[in-house]
């Protein structure tokens, strides 16, 4: 298979930061890819690009050989491209069941779908289906703030799902996630795989990556050190250098 997604030269700079510089790499068709880097190296930036939230100073981002990078969230998101964010972006005074109406009424503008989130059955139907797959049924009802930090990201999954993407980026799924969920969550990804998803998942837990991971990119200062399978990046000196000498910059954008 080619890659699904091509992101070739990509450069964005807010100032005198160079966030990206000159990033090249692709995401193959039905793999689960991951991207890596020490904090502000540009990963968050990166996901920002592709999926449409910043425009890039220079390169460009294809999804099928057709350029995305200089379209609007809603047209990517329309293209095929799902996005969970670092933090979980969810309607907390909402129930979880309706969360996800919220979801399967999205082209429909984010007021009039709170509005009509009653949905019909076979939109209900279908949200149901989804909160059982991620495991979460149970909690239809319960006020989504009422949820833990791992159910948290399950339900965003879950909310994603809804479009039925054909790539799916996860923005630090595992981050603050108990180990039950985070097996549980894995299995999903892995399941969602198999089935034909193709994800690009951003994360510091290194033995989640490199047990979910068939290629892994890693990313330093903006610029990509290597893309290799998980062995090569783990043994590759650069990424050891970046990672035991990296500066504790603040995250970029998030």
């Given at each position: 298979?080619?890659?699904?997604?091509?992101?070739?030269?990509?450069?964005?700079a807010?100032?005198?930061?160079?966030?990206?510089?000159?990033?090249?790499?692709?995401?193959?068709?039905?793999?689960?890819?991951?991207?890596?880097?020490?904090?502000?190296?540009?990963?968050?930036?990166?996901?920002?690009?592709?999926t449409?939230?910043?425009?890039?100073?220079?390169?460009?981002?294809?999804?099928?050989?057709?350029?995305?990078h200089?379209?609007?969230?809603?047209?990517?998101?329309?293209?095929?491209?799902?996005?969970?964010?670092?933090?979980?972006?969810?309607?907390?005074?909402?129930?979880?069941?309706?969360n996800?109406?919220?979801?399967?009424q999205?082209?429909?503008?984010?007021?009039?779908?709170?509005?009509?989130?009653?949905?019909?059955?076979?939109?209900?139907?279908?949200?149901?289906?989804l909160?059982?797959?991620?495991?979460?049924?149970?909690?239809?009802?319960?006020?989504?703030?009422?949820?833990?930090?791992?159910?948290?990201?399950?339900?965003?999954?879950?909310?994603?799902?809804?479009?039925?993407?054909?790539?799916?980026?996860?923005?630090?799924?595992?981050?603050?996630?108990?180990?039950s969920?985070?097996?549980?969550?894995?299995?999903?990804?892995?399941?969602?795989?198999?089935?034909?998803?193709?994800?690009?998942?951003?994360?510091?837990?290194?033995?989640?990556?490199?047990?979910?991971?068939?290629r892994?990119?890693?990313?330093?200062?903006g610029?990509?050190?290597?893309?290799?399978?998980?062995?090569?990046?783990?043994?590759?000196?650069?990424?050891?250098?970046?990672?035991?000498?990296?500066?504790?910059d603040?995250?970029?954008?998030?």
């Amino acid at each position: 298979m080619g890659s699904l997604i091509e992101i070739e030269g990509v450069s964005k700079a807010y100032g005198g930061l160079r966030a990206l510089d000159q990033a090249t790499f692709g995401v193959e068709e039905g793999s689960i890819a991951g991207l890596i880097g020490p904090n502000g190296s540009g990963k968050t930036t990166l996901f920002n690009v592709v999926t449409g939230y910043e425009r890039p100073d220079a390169g460009e981002v294809r999804l099928r050989g057709e350029p995305i990078h200089l379209l609007r969230p809603d047209e990517v998101f329309a293209r095929g491209v799902g996005r969970t964010f670092q933090l979980t972006r969810i309607f907390g005074r909402l129930s979880v069941l309706e969360n996800m109406l919220v979801a399967t009424q999205r082209h429909e503008g984010w007021l009039r779908s709170v509005v009509r989130r009653a949905g019909s059955q076979a939109e209900r139907d279908r949200a149901r289906d989804l909160l059982e797959f991620v495991g979460i049924a149970q909690l239809e009802t319960h006020p989504a703030a009422s949820l833990s930090y791992g159910q948290r990201r399950l339900l965003e999954l879950a909310y994603v799902l809804v479009a039925d993407p054909q790539v799916i980026l996860l923005d630090e799924p595992a981050g603050g996630v108990n180990p039950s969920l985070l097996n549980h969550l894995a299995d999903r990804i892995r399941e969602l795989n198999d089935a034909g998803k193709t994800f690009l998942i951003v994360e510091h837990d290194m033995g989640f990556v490199m047990d979910l991971c068939a290629r892994i990119t890693v990313l330093d200062q903006g610029r990509v050190l290597i893309t290799g399978s998980p062995v090569e990046v783990r043994n590759d000196p650069a990424v050891l250098d970046a990672y035991l000498g990296g500066a504790d910059d603040e995250e970029d954008a998030a």
